[in-house]
């Protein structure tokens, strides 16, 4: 099928960037694949939203009632915890860009399917149910569209009775939207080499539950960020809880990728930070709705790789756009939906067809994105080299500076290793006992994924592929325990002895059909052994409104 422009991914970036399209020139084909069964189902995020996007995309928003941001901030809290008490921070040493009075809280997944709708009111046809596999390569060596994964293949990779090929879907720009660690923009990446002159991307894994709490321990439009305890010496992070609409708090956890403890658990540390009375607090008497976990580029400015390719572009969460700092990146998403749009929409104009879009990379560091990006690209560097406290402090000075002095001390700090060489050996650390869920206020891994609506045709090829099968029990295991166990949210990953109580035999055994696609294993595997594929299409989380 051929159309003008091809979008991989229905998040904000891709959806902002093809109701542009459409708004700029009705007669610009446009479509959209998203590997969700829905628009949303795959979206995970906190949320507070800075509006500036949307209100460039779509003044009328706020409006509309069919639009499901309906709650302001209120108020904004900042903890220090301990293990047992809580410091809070006063509001006025925060650097200005931290105050979320003026943004709103809601549901991204939910935003994300109010934007289909209207894209596909302005005439964007989407196809939720259908994963981009492949990029399409012109005699140039230009990409010149998209293939969606075959349908009805077996676990032994031969064809099922209910067999039918994917599709060709050629363009004559293909945008990438897949958000975080996207599977074809790996591919773009490697093979136009566009992260060959910036610092490596960097990662945390975020972790969320979605709750109904009881009206009493409700309190609308709060924002609460918390730095601290359970996380100790080696690694770094913070968690979020916001209230918003009827009674639903949305809690979460991000854990930077770069921790060294190999016997570190995100999933286990989530599940003990919300024991703290502080959280507890709020959750007691409520029910847990929804539960899932996603990657997030935090990299930044430093980390930005090369956004143009001969055909096509990276866009969204696919480059990196996340205010790391502010936690944010849905304003982001959408503000390099409408740049890449217009420079697309410049290019179609001029008879243009496949090839770079330059434009769009020289105006990236000039726009809002890039003044955003920029007054905050030393935080997460200062916490990787001085640890949690001494690191935030030098992150919020250095954060006041560049907005006072447009200027920082540091100039510009380099990341350092990429996450996935930052554990130590499992003989260099001490283990990390994690006390057991409650099944109340913290749960395990089985029924958590359970209320992901996670669902996989399980005759199917594992979309989880390893280079070499051996790594994991001949290397991982005596190295680092094989920390895939651990930093998998889902309990994919499992190592099986045929004696456990001896630990004879091991077995490196991947649940495939619990993958809740956070892509963690793609970024944090020691010997990067892991490639996480898109699964048949329509398989994954389904989250309700994450
Ligand atoms: C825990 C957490 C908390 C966050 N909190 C906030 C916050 O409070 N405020 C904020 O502004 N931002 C927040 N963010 C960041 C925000 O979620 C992202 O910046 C935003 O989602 C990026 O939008 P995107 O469109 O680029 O990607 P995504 O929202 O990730 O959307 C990508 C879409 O592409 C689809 N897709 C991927 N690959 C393929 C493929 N090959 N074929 C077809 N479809 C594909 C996915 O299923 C998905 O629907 C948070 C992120 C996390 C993980
Ligand atoms: S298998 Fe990989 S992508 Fe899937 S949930 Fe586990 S860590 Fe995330």
Not at 363 to 386: E, H, M, Q, T
Request: a neutral charge; charged letters at 20%; one cysteine or more.
């Amino acid at each position: 099928m051929e159309y003008d422009v091809v979008v991989v991914g229905a998040g904000p970036a891709g959806l902002s960037a093809a109701m542009r399209l459409k708004t700029l020139d009705p007669n610009i084909s446009v479509v959209v694949v998203e590997k969700g069964s829905t628009v949303g189902a795959h979206i995970l995020s906190g949320a507070v939203i800075d509006p500036i996007g949307l209100d460039r995309l779509t003044p009328d928003w706020r409006t509309d009632a069919e639009c499901p941001l309906k709650t302001s901030v209120s108020e904004d809290r900042f903890y220090f915890m301990t293990g047992t008490g809580s410091v809070k921070l006063p509001n006025w040493p925060m650097p200005r860009l931290m105050d979320n009075h003026g943004n709103f809280v809601g549901s991204l997944g939910a935003v994300a399917r109010w934007l289909g709708s209207r894209a596909e009111s302005l005439g964007v046809e989407i196809y939720p149910g259908f994963a981009a596999t492949e990029l399409l390569f012109g005699d140039k060596g230009e990409v010149v569209g998209i293939a969606t994964g075959d349908m009805g293949v077996g676990r032994d990779g031969l064809p099922k009775a209910n067999f039918s090929r994917g599709m060709e879907l050629r363009g004559k720009y293909v945008l990438l939207a897949e958000g975080a660690r996207g599977s074809l923009s790996k591919q773009a990446i490697a093979r136009y080499k566009l992260e060959a002159t910036r610092g490596p991307q960097k990662y945390g894994i975020g972790l969320k539950e979605l709750w109904q709490v009881t009206p009493d321990r409700f309190s609308q439009g709060v924002v609460l960020h918390t730095f601290g305890w359970p996380l100790t010496r080696g690694s770094t992070g913070g968690s979020f809880l916001y209230q918003y609409d009827d009674r639903l708090v949305s809690v979460g956890f991000v854990v930077h990728l770069n921790y060294e403890n190999p016997t570190l658990s995100p999933f286990d540390e989530f599940q003990r930070f919300k024991t703290h009375p502080l959280v507890r607090e709020t959750l007691t008497g409520g029910k847990r709705l929804c539960y899932g976990a996603r990657a997030i580029a935090s990299g930044g400015w430093q980390s930005v790789p090369k956004l143009a390719f001969p055909g096509g572009a990276l866009i969204g969460c696919a480059a990196g756009f996340v205010n790391f700092a502010r936690i944010k990146g849905s304003h982001n998403a959408i503000l390099s939906g409408i740049l890449a749009a217009d420079k697309v929409h410049e290019a179609l104009s001029a008879g243009r067809a496949n090839d770079e879009l330059i434009a769009y990379e020289a105006a990236w560091r000039a726009s809002d994105i890039g003044a955003d990006l920029y007054k905050v690209r030393n935080v997460k560097p200062l916490w990787s080299r001085f640890g949690l406290v001494a690191g935030i402090g030098l992150g919020a000075l250095d954060m006041w500076t560049n907005e006072l002095f447009k200027m920082s001390v540091f100039g510009t700090l380099k990341h350092s290793r990429p996450d996935s060489q930052t554990l130590k050996p499992i003989s260099e650390v001490i283990p990390i006992v994690y006390p057991k869920p409650d099944g109340v206020i913290s749960f395990d891994k089985s029924s958590s994924v359970f209320v992901s609506n996670t669902n996989h045709e399980e005759d199917q090829p594992v979309h989880l592929r390893l280079a070499d099968p051996n790594i994991p029990i001949r290397d991982n295991l005596p190295s680092y325990g094989e920390p895939a166990r651990l930093y998998c949210p889902a309990g994919v990953y499992e190592v099986v002895y045929a004696d456990e109580a001896r630990r004879t035999d091991p077995r490196f055994v991947i649940n495939a059909q619990n993958c809740v696609h956070c892509k963690t294993c793609d970024i944090k595997d020691p010997a990067q052994n892991i490639t996480w594929t898109p699964p048949e299409a329509g398989g994954g989380p389904n989250y309700s409104d994450m």
